[in-house]
């Protein structure tokens, strides 16, 4: 019995010590703007394996990868294949994402097709579908850009764009609350 209570014992101050770690690195790296790792950002990107995906197969409808996104998915194949190319609009071309980039966007050759939840920020859309939204979720933040960030729904010419890179490195800075 002695060797479980030194046990119970031992793992609460261990724990106890954990916590005042993480909690001192937090407030000095917070203090310092630098990234805050008790306030995660998480963000997905559009493809056949990603959302519902093809066939459905993805799965992420109705998990924490879902409640910690702007959109709902799909439980079905969502994807929107467009061979013609999609035109991406520009919805909010204030908000912080879409900082420095062209008003015009590159046509785009598919997306999936995802349901922005009610608190959501819908950025950029093609037709009336998300293509990028973000929003808040408890102390975090969420945010997807629905087409591929790849040569398959990402044509040369959007690869090529001059808002290619500003855009990830606007989203990933949004995320981890350095705007």
Request: a negative charge.
């Amino acid at each position: 019995m002695t060797t479980i209570a030194l046990l119970a014992i031992t793992g609460l101050g261990l724990g106890a010590l954990y916590f005042l770690i993480a909690a001192g690195l937090s407030l000095i790296w917070g203090l310092m703007r630098v990234l805050n790792f008790a306030h995660g950002g998480l963000l997905m990107i559009g493809g056949y394996l990603s959302f519902a995906g093809i066939e459905g197969k993805a799965r992420y409808h109705g998990t924490p990868v879902e409640d910690v996104l702007p959109v709902t998915i799909s439980a079905t194949d969502d994807r929107v294949e467009a061979p013609q190319g999609v035109a991406p609009v520009a919805a909010r071309p204030d908000h912080p994402l879409l900082a420095g980039l062209p008003a015009t966007w590159p046509r785009l050759l598919g997306y999936n097709r995802v349901t922005p939840k009610p608190a959501a920020e819908v950025l950029v859309t093609c037709g009336s579908d998300p293509l990028v939204a973000c929003g808040a979720y408890h102390e975090g933040r969420g945010a997807v850009f629905t087409s591929d960030c790849a040569p398959h729904w990402g044509p040369p010419e959007f690869m090529d764009w001059p808002g290619y890179a500003p855009l990830w490195v606007n989203l990933v800075t949004w995320l981890a609350r350095q705007e």
